[in-house]
């Protein structure tokens, strides 16, 4: 396993850097009652409130697409979001949404490929999400296979998944695929050490989207916080950010 590389830098008195120069979040969990997320219609819109006053503009939803867990169809969701954006109207709130989803990669979803059309955003991106115990074996198959579909490989919060090393990350990037970081990884909602292996990809250049990953309230409340930290405006400096484009 490889060593990570602490950054040195501190976070001195900076002032914060809302989200309104990225423009768009493409993760996060705001239909409500189908997965993990928003539990109800009501607190869906509280989130986006506070998501839209943190600088927001666009809103890309991506409900849990899981064999074991989340069933959902690209019926369900899309009739959720079409819910979802009424009352947004109905409540004179101005915010785009959309709908995608967050595919886990496992041996049903592997089966679906070229089978299936799945939710994409932008350039034809899918968002894919690993299992935070080990990657599927089959990893590299499923990339190739989807990217012979057409499609842009996101992969959802690399920083995650502790197994990973230098290499493995190398490898995927080298394969094609975009790495999207969460906002709440940076202030160490998950733990330490998903925050070094954070700073870490912000400072290799690795990160190409940046999302809110939200499921709740909680969540919402927190990223405020993310604006004022050194790694937040690095990688809002470095210029390797693509939510604009989406």
């Known amino acids: 396993m490889l060593k990570w590389n602490f950054l040195k830098g501190k976070d001195l008195n900076l002032s914060a850097i809302d989200f309104s120069s990225i423009e768009i ?36 939803t991506t409900p849990h697409v899981m064999s074991d867990f989340y069933k959902n169809t690209s019926d369900i969701i899309l009739k959720g979001v079409k819910n979802l954006r009424q009352e947004l109207k109905s409540q004179n709130i101005n915010i785009q949404i959309h709908a995608a989803a967050e595919y886990y990669i496992d041996y049903e979803f592997e089966q679906k490929i070229g089978k299936e059309d799945f939710l994409v955003f932008g350039d034809n991106y899918i968002l894919i999400e690993l299992s935070f115990i080990e990657a599927p074996k089959s990893l590299n198959d499923i990339i190739f296979k989807l990217q012979l579909e ?97």
């Not at 219609?41 to 998501?51: H, V, W």
């Not at 992969?155 to 197994?163: D, K, M, N, S, T």
Request: hydrophobic letters at 40%; proline letters at 2%; charged letters at 25%.
């Open 25 to 60: 979040d493409l993760h996060s969990h705001l239909i409500p009652g189908i997965d993990d997320g928003a539990e109800d219609l009501a607190t869906s819109i509280e989130i986006i409130k506070i998501l839209q006053k943190l600088g927001f503009k666009k809103l890309i």
């Open 150 to 246: 057409g499609y842009k490989i996101i992969l959802a919060h690399p920083e995650r998944y502790l197994y990973f090393g230098d290499n493995d990350y190398l490898s995927l990037i080298r394969r094609g695929v975009f790495f999207q970081l969460n906002l709440l990884s940076l202030i160490d909602y998950y733990s330490p050490r998903v925050r070094i292996r954070a700073e870490d990809l912000i400072q290799k250049e690795m990160i190409s989207f940046i999302g809110s990953d939200c499921h709740n309230m909680k969540h919402a409340s927190l990223y405020k916080k993310c604006q004022n930290k050194k790694s937040w405006h690095d990688l809002h400096n470095s210029g390797k950010l693509l939510n604009y484009t989406l």
